[in-house]
């Protein structure tokens, strides 16, 4: 790593993703702690998360703190600007800004002043997502991108909190251990406006760097590979007179066919559809709401991928369901068994309870832990045959069965 060693690493995530979090984080090939992986019963924004990291991270050392959404071409240069924030971290709270290459209405802007060391100015002003001719100013003027990138000593960022936003720090403070009370007290509250616009410890580090978040469509656009007419796409395309379009489909056997339209997003789930304009994918949060006022498909969300690999749920109706398991090679799944279950092994060799399987086998199982090792150089796929199913929610059933 970088600039700090896995066991340093803690890491706030809902309780829902913690799986895919799990299963990323062993794509690294990296061991972070269980226990440094906090779990947030439900979303509060920066302020909480940011408390409750802090709260859980021993001693009084600097901290980098980082979104998980942005995309950094370049790691090193970026660890460097980290690492010469490190000496001021006794007074300030410092910002790393991204020089901008273009006038953008997405990000957020910082005011920067006169130079306090080498490399590393007062930060005077933050501003929020302006539109295109302020934005075009701003650039003019030589304000940075943030990136919500900080490097801080833990005991100045707490005391600045304290001082700001003393009832959030103080429900922390109360229920440090009880995550689960503590997130159904306080109300959602940023970082950046509760405190970081309010203290006056603030610097920051301007750096060159190819990045970008990755909180919307038209930005993963911009960085994906595309055709000579601006598409980028992930299965077979015909593209009529269609330029910069975007298109995103979870199946490899879909082909997908657009005329006469430019700058678009197509994204297609297991679950639900959407197309829009690239110029508005921040309204996409406005779908989102919707659905979950109406208790759509946000709720059931049908792949949910783990450590080993994942689960996803084919079809499921009152008395019976059908899912999926997928194993890695090498790896080991771990499922709580409650209902009576038929097993049928679709592809590869996997060792079930210690019984070992091939193609076609079927196992009945019911009541217990089933421990299924894939033993074969392929990902193993093994269907579900749930006999009984009272769960209203497949997603909810499904992390009920993975352990850890």
């Known amino acids: 790593m970088l600039v700090a060693k896995p066991e340093n690493i803690h890491i706030v995530v809902n309780e829902r993703h913690v799986p895919l979090a799990k299963q990323q984080i062993s794509e690294l090939g990296i061991k972070i702690p269980d226990e440094n992986i906090l779990t947030e019963p439900v979303p509060r924004d920066t302020l909480p998360a940011v408390i409750y990291a802090l709260m859980h991270i021993p001693d009084d050392p600097p901290v980098a703190m980082m979104p998980a959404d942005q995309y950094i071409r370049e790691s090193e240069r970026l660890a460097d600007a980290i690492r ?41 002003e933050f501003k929020e997502k302006p539109d295109l001719e302020t934005a075009r100013r701003y650039v003019d003027e030589g304000y940075l991108w943030n990136t919500f990138i900080h490097v801080f000593r833990k005991s100045i960022m707490l ?16 229920y440090r251990d009880e995550p689960r009370t503590a997130y159904s007290i306080v109300s959602p509250s940023s970082l950046s406006s509760e405190v ?28 994906a590979e595309k055709d000579e007419n601006g598409n980028a796409y992930n299965v077979p395309l015909i593209a009529i007179d269609a330029k910069n379009n975007y298109v995103q489909i979870n199946r490899e056997d879909k082909t997908v066919a657009i005329i006469g339209l430019n700058n678009i997003f197509v994204i297609d789930t297991r679950d639900a559809i959407i197309v829009g304009d690239n110029r508005r994918a921040q309204d996409v949060k406005q779908v989102f709401k919707i659905l979950e006022r109406n ?13 080993w690999g994942g689960m996803e749920m084919i079809d499921y109706g009152k008395n019976s369901s059908i899912g999926k398991i997928l194993i890695d090679p090498g790896r080991t799944a771990k499922i709580k068994i409650e209902a009576p279950q038929k097993l049928i ?37 093994i269907l579900q045959i749930r006999l009984q199913n009272t769960a209203n929610n497949p997603y909810m059933e499904i992390l009920k069965e993975i352990e850890g």
Do not use: C
């Open 345 to 381: 092994i679709l592809r590869g060799t996997v060792k079930i309870n210690g019984k070992t399987h091939a193609d076609g086998a079927a196992v009945d199982v019911q009541g217990s832990t089933v421990t299924m090792k894939n033993i074969g150089d392929s990902a193993a796929e």
């Open 196 to 223: 970081l616009e309010k203290t006056d410890r603030n610097a920051v580090i301007p750096v060159n760097l190819t990045w970008s978040d990755m909180g919307s469509f038209d930005r993963l656009h911009k960085l």
């Open 84 to 124: 010469k924030a490190v000496p001021f971290t006794e007074k300030y709270i410092v910002a790393i800004g991204v020089t901008p290459t273009e006038p953008d209405t997405g990000y957020g802007y910082m005011r920067i002043g006169r130079k306090i060391g080498d490399g590393i100015y007062q930060l005077l």
């Open 159 to 174: 005391n600045e909190i304290k001082r700001y936003a003393e009832e959030t720090y103080r429900i922390f403070e109360k």
């Open 295 to 307: 208790h759509g498909p946000v709720h059931h969300h049908l792949r949910i991928p783990a450590e």
